[in-house]
C-alpha cells in the first residue's frame, strides 16, 4: 500500500478519461454514475461537521440521486458555514487529491483510502438505499484492488479521477438551472447565502469556480507525458 506502482499506457489513460467524460455526457449513464458523486457531496458534508465539532446524526442517499446530510450544533457561524460549504466542493477536490496520488504512483494507496473513507461514511447511513450504494461502491473497489492486476487496478483509479473531476461541474449546473426555476429554495448556495449574507448565485460561482481549478490541475497531473506517446514516422523525401 506504500509502495508506488508503475504509470498505466498512455493509451489506457486516454481511453478512460474518454469513458468518464461520456458516463458525465450521457444522460441515461450520468443517472447512474451521478450517486458516486452524491456520495462524495454528502461525505464533504459529514466530515467538516465532524471537523467543526458538530454532532453528526447521519447521513440518507436517495435512488433519485439526492442525499442529505443531518448534524447538530450552532445553526450559525463557522462550522455551520464550512460545513454547508463542502458538498459542493468536495468532489472535484477529492478527485484532484486522487490525481495528486496517482502522478506519485501511489495507484493502491489510492484505492485503499478510497474504500477508508466508504467505510467511515457506512457507519453514518441511516436507510437501506444509501447502505446499498456505499457498499456496492467499496465492493467494486475492493474486488478491483484484490483481484484486478496492475493494469485493471490503473485504469479503474484513474476512471474515478478523472470521472470525479470531469463531474463535478454538472451538479454546480444543474443547481443554477434549479434555482434559477425557484425548484431549490433550500439548497446548499441558499443556505450559505442565508448565513452569510453573500448572493446565493456567488456561491453556485465558487462551486464552478473550484471545480473547473480542479478539472485543469487534475486534468494535468493525469495527462500522459509527451515522451508516452509513440513517435509517429516522419514525412517522406
Not at 454528502?42 to 466530515?47: F, T, W
Not at 450559525?76 to 496520488?101: I, K, Q, R, S
Not at 457498499?135 to 476512471?159: C, D, H, K, P, R
Not at 471545480?211 to 515522451?227: K, N
Amino acid at each position: 500500500m506504500t509502495g508506488t506502482q508503475p504509470d498505466p499506457p498512455w493509451w489506457l489513460v486516454v481511453l478512460v478519461g474518454l469513458i468518464a467524460l461520456a458516463s458525465v455526457v450521457h444522460g441515461p449513464t450520468w443517472r447512474v454514475a451521478r450517486n458516486t458523486v452524491t456520495i462524495a457531496h454528502e461525505g464533504g458534508h459529514a466530515l467538516v461537521a465532524l471537523v467543526t465539532g458538530r454532532k453528526l446524526d447521519g447521513i440518507k442517499l436517495h435512488s433519485d440521486t439526492s442525499g442529505v446530510t443531518v448534524s447538530r450544533g450552532k445553526p450559525h457561524g463557522p462550522g455551520m458555514v464550512f460545513t454547508a460549504m463542502a458538498g459542493y466542493l468536495t468532489p472535484p477536490l477529492l478527485g484532484l487529491l486522487f490525481a495528486v496520488l496517482l502522478a506519485a504512483g501511489r495507484i493502491t494507496l489510492m484505492l485503499w483510502f478510497s474504500l477508508a473513507l466508504l467505510a467511515g461514511m457506512l457507519v453514518m447511513i441511516r436507510n437501506a438505499y444509501g447502505a446499498l450504494s456505499v457498499l456496492a461502491t467499496g465492493a467494486i473497489i475492493f474486488a478491483v484492488s484484490w483481484l484486478g492486476n496492475a493494469e485493471v487496478q490503473a485504469g479503474f483509479a484513474y476512471l474515478a479521477a478523472w470521472f470525479l473531476l470531469l463531474a463535478a461541474t454538472r451538479p454546480v449546473v444543474e443547481l443554477q438551472r434549479m434555482r434559477a426555476r425557484h425548484m431549490a429554495p433550500s439548497s446548499d448556495a441558499d443556505q450559505l447565502a442565508h448565513l452569510t449574507g453573500v448572493p446565493g448565485l456567488a456561491w453556485v460561482s465558487l462551486f464552478g469556480a473550484i471545480a473547473l481549478a480542479a478539472l485543469l490541475l487534475g486534468g494535468a497531473l493525469l495527462a500522459p507525458d509527451s515522451s508516452a506517446f509513440p513517435d509517429l514516422p516522419g514525412p517522406g523525401i
